[in-house]
C-alpha cells in the first residue's frame, strides 16, 4: 500500500479460508501491530496458527521490516503519524470487525488508531506493552536516548536490536529466527526506525507524542465494554509486570494469561501459551 509522499506501506494478509465463497468484507480480521525492534516476522507462529479461520494482517511501521525506510528528513517517525498509517491502512482495506492484537510500540499505535475509528474494533489483546504514560524508562534504554551516544550505539552498532535477541528473550532463539529478526535492520539508515522510536518515548510533557499517549490513554475507558485479553511474559524487563497492573486498572474484566517463564518477546518465548490464549479468547 502507498502512503501519502510515495512511501511504501507494507502488510502481511494471510486468509486461507475453508469456504472459498465467503465474502472477505464480512470475515473477522485478526490485526498484529508491532513493535521497536521486531517487525511483521514476530507474528508468523500467531499467524500461521489462526489463518484459516481469520483473516490475519500484519503490519510493518514505516522503516520498519519490508516497508520503505525513508531518510529522517523524508518522515516523522512520531506516534501520530504511526496511528494515521494505521489507520490509512484500516480504511483502505476496508476492515470491520477487528480484533487489536498488539505488541510493545504497538500498544499505542493500535490503540491509538481504535480511538480514532472505535467502531472497526470488536476486541483487544495486549501482549507485553502500553497505551499510557509512565515515567518509568530502563537505564539501558535511557543510555540509548542520550545524543550522539545513543544514535551510535543503534544505528552505528545494531546494539539495541542485537540485545533485545538476549536480553528479552528467556531462552536461546534458533539462529534462523535471530537472522530473520534483524533481515530488516542491517546497516546504518536501514536502522533509523529503530532509533527514532526509542527517541519517541515520550517521558514528560514537552515531548513531540505526549499529548498523543495522553489523549490515548484518557480515552481508554472507552473499551472498557470490549473484550480484552492480557498476554504476559513476567520476566520482562522493560515492558514489567507492573504495566499489566496498570492495565487491569483500566480493564479489570479482562482475560489475564501470566506466562511465568516468558520475557518481552513472548511470542518468541512461549509461542504455544500464546496461541492457546488469543483462541480461549477470540473463540469462548
Known amino acids: 500500500m502507498t502512503l501519502s509522499g510515495g512511501l511504501r506501506y507494507h502488510y502481511v494478509d494471510e486468509q486461507r479460508y475453508r469456504n472459498a465463497d465467503r465474502n472477505i468484507q464480512e470475515r473477522e480480521v485478526l490485526l498484529f501491530v508491532h513493535g521497536n525492534p521486531t517487525w511483521s516476522f514476530y507474528w508468523r507462529n500467531i499467524i500461521k496458527a489462526f489463518r484459516d479461520r481469520f483473516r490475519c494482517i500484519a503490519v510493518d511501521h514505516i522503516g520498519c521490516g519490508l516497508s520503505d525506510k525513508p ?164 520476566l520482562d524487563w522493560c515492558f514489567s509486570p507492573e504495566y499489566l497492573k496498570r492495565f487491569l486498572q483500566f480493564f479489570p474484566e479482562a482475560n489475564v494469561c501470566r506466562i511465568a517463564d516468558a520475557h518481552h518477546l513472548v511470542v518468541e518465548d512461549a509461542p504455544d501459551e500464546t496461541v492457546q490464549a488469543i483462541e480461549g479468547f477470540i473463540l469462548r
Open 71 to 234: 531518510k529522517e528528513s523524508e518522515y516523522p517517525f512520531t506516534l501520530q503519524r504511526r496511528i494515521d498509517d494505521l489507520c490509512r491502512l484500516i480504511e483502505t482495506l476496508d476492515l470491520k470487525h477487528v480484533t487489536l492484537v498488539a505488541h510493545d510500540w504497538g500498544g499505542a499505535i493500535g490503540t491509538g488508531a481504535a480511538v480514532k475509528m472505535p467502531e472497526r474494533f470488536d476486541r483487544f489483546v495486549f501482549l507485553n506493552t502500553a497505551a499510557f504514560r509512565s515515567e518509568y524508562c530502563p537505564l539501558r534504554i535511557r543510555l540509548c536516548r542520550i545524543p550522539f551516544l545513543g544514535r551510535w550505539m543503534i544505528q552505528g552498532l545494531n546494539l539495541f536490536a542485537l540485545a533485545a535477541l538476549w536480553t528479552a528473550s528467556a531462552k536461546r532463539l534458533p539462529q534462523d529466527v535471530r537472522q530473520g529478526l534483524l533481515f530488516p535492520y542491517n546497516n546504518w539508515h536501514n536502522r533509523t526506525a529503530v532509533y527514532r522510536f526509542v527517541q519517541d518515548i515520550p517521558l514528560s510533557p514537552h515531548h513531540s507524542s505526549y499529548e498523543t499517549l495522553k489523549n490515548i490513554e484518557e480515552t481508554l475507558p472507552l473499551f472498557r465494554e470490549k473484550p480484552v485479553c492480557l498476554i504476559w511474559g513476567m
